[in-house]
């Protein structure tokens, strides 16, 4: 089944840095979705692209979506000790269900303050 | 605020059991769905149920079964326990929309089978 898959798969960067994260993804979507897992929690959902946008902020979140090359990004900037966690990229299919999405594996993002 | 519910933290049960993780959601959301966690594996869903007594299979449905008699709750049933079932299990909600929406989750069950 499609799948996003993370790279890389472990980040590890020091307080008030920009942390990159990216998803590659092997069919057509609608939208993508970023969330974020604290350790031992639930996952939260940070953020949502469609199809049709190439860019979206949320606070110090930056995603951007490159459909012809089927990738995401998502940046944090200045980045704190809290955004320590997994963070997931999460897709659709074009044509399929509009309630299911498949995740990637995660990148495990370490921030060092 | 949104809220998804699952009834356990921790659970311990013996090979063989039948085990029973219930999760209840309160934002009258029509979906429902398990996955299951592991390293390295990352999320796999195993059911999801998009109205009241209405279920799919995911990608992983052997040895585990679903129940939905409540728009707000939903059941996962491992019918007899294998080692190999122990894992984090994750329960989500979403609303239905002309595209799929984000799925809110619980904090998990961590499942150990003995």
């Known amino acids: 089944s499609q799948q996003g898959e993370e790279d890389p798969q472990a980040l590890s960067i020091q307080e008030g840095e920009n942390a990159t994260m990216n998803c590659s993804y092997k069919?057509?979507?609608?939208?993508l979705q970023w969330y974020r897992q604290n350790s031992g929690r639930g996952l939260v959902h940070l953020i949502l692209?469609?199809?049709?946008?190439r860019e979206k902020h949320s606070g110090r979140l930056r995603v951007t979506l490159d459909t012809s090359k089927k990738s995401s990004s998502l940046l944090i900037t200045a980045s704190r000790a809290a955004d320590t966690a997994s963070y997931f990229c999460?897709?659709?299919?074009?044509?399929?269900?509009?309630?299911?999405?498949?995740f990637g594996k995660g990148t495990l993002l370490t921030v060092n303050p | 605020d949104v809220k998804v519910t699952q009834s356990s933290r921790y659970l311990v049960k013996r090979t063989g059991e039948k085990v029973f993780l219930e999760c209840v959601q309160d934002?009258?959301?029509?979906?429902m769905f398990w996955y299951r966690q592991d390293p390295g594996l990352g999320l796999r869903l195993i059911y999801f149920?998009?109205?009241?007594?209405?279920?799919e299979k995911g990608d992983i449905p052997e040895g585990y079964s679903v129940s939905r008699e409540k728009k707000e709750r939903f059941s996962l049933i491992l019918e007899s326990a294998s080692t190999n079932q122990t894992s984090m299990y994750l329960c989500?909600?979403?609303?239905?929309?002309?595209?799929?929406?984000?799925?809110?989750f619980g904090d998990g069950t961590r499942l150990s089978i003995l």
């Open positions: 069919t057509s979507i609608n939208n």
């Open positions: 692209i469609r199809s049709n946008e």
């Open positions: 999460a897709t659709d299919a074009d044509g399929g269900s509009n309630y299911k999405l498949t």
């Open positions: 989500a909600s979403s609303s239905t929309g002309f595209l799929v929406q984000p799925q809110h």
């Open positions: 149920s998009y109205d009241v007594k209405m279920k």
């Open positions: 934002m009258d959301h029509e979906n």
